[in-house]
């Protein structure tokens, strides 16, 4: 299965500044998912990354507070833009082959609070 | 609604105890996901299947798709099973139930 290297682990931001998360894979993936766990729920699935054009957004989620960039098959990274005490949540990066019903797998996460 | 419901929502046992997670959902799917999330957040991709029965050590998971219905079954349990274990449904993309949070107590 693939080997996920999500960074930072966890971090502490103040109000009003952004943050960038990368997301690494040791092998070439096709899909690639950004979550947000925000604290005491599931999983909500931000965005799909798609390698060399925009990523899919999902709704609720728009690509002014969450620009996403996938520059190739291995690399991802996920911005929380103007953060805010609501944005204090565990990011996780996600990937998956093609195919109907593939395996996903996650990274470890990135928990971040905001002051 | 959610489409995707677990039960139950906390549970408590004791080191030795055989514990049953239930997972029911309201859409056709692909395949169903048992993921297991420790509390630093790591997810872990315990099994996925879209019919019968998985076992791996002293996991096993069960689906039966006409009732749309999946069992996540730890026998012998230990306090390193704590944790949350959440049921996800793949139909185009996944959904995930709210989670359920085991404590295996000494």
């Known amino acids: 299965s693939a080997v996920i290297s999500q960074k930072p682990s966890r971090d502490i931001c103040q109000r009003g500044t952004s943050l960038t998360i990368q997301c690494q894979v040791d092998s070439q993936v096709t899909m690639m998912f950004w979550y947000r766990q925000q604290p005491g729920q599931s999983l909500t699935l931000i965005a799909t990354?798609?390698?060399?054009?925009?990523?899919?957004?999902e709704s609720g989620f728009v690509i002014d507070k969450f620009p996403i960039s996938r520059p190739n098959l291995t690399f991802s990274t996920l911005t929380v833009s103007n953060m805010s005490p609501e944005d204090s949540s565990i990011y996780l990066c996600?990937?998956?082959?093609?195919?109907?019903?593939?395996?996903?797998?996650f990274g470890d996460g990135t928990r971040l609070s905001i002051l | 609604k959610n489409e995707v419901e677990q039960s139950p929502q906390n549970l408590t046992a004791q080191e030795g105890e055989f514990i049953t997670i239930n997972c029911s959902y309201s859409v056709g799917i692909s395949a169903l996901h048992w993921l297991q999330q420790h509390p630093g957040g790591g997810i872990v991709s315990l099994f996925m299947?879209?019919?019968g029965k998985k076992k791996h050590g002293r996991l096993i998971a069960t689906i039966n798709i006409q009732e749309k219905h999946s069992s996540l079954h730890i026998t012998a349990s230990h306090p390193r099973d704590s944790a949350v274990y959440i049921c996800a449904v793949l139909a185009g993309k996944s959904t995930f139930g709210d989670g359920t949070t085991l404590t295996v107590k000494p």
């Open positions: 996600s990937v998956a082959s093609s195919g109907v019903g593939a395996p996903q797998h």
């Open positions: 299947l879209s019919s």
């Open positions: 990354a798609n390698q060399g054009s925009e990523a899919t957004y």
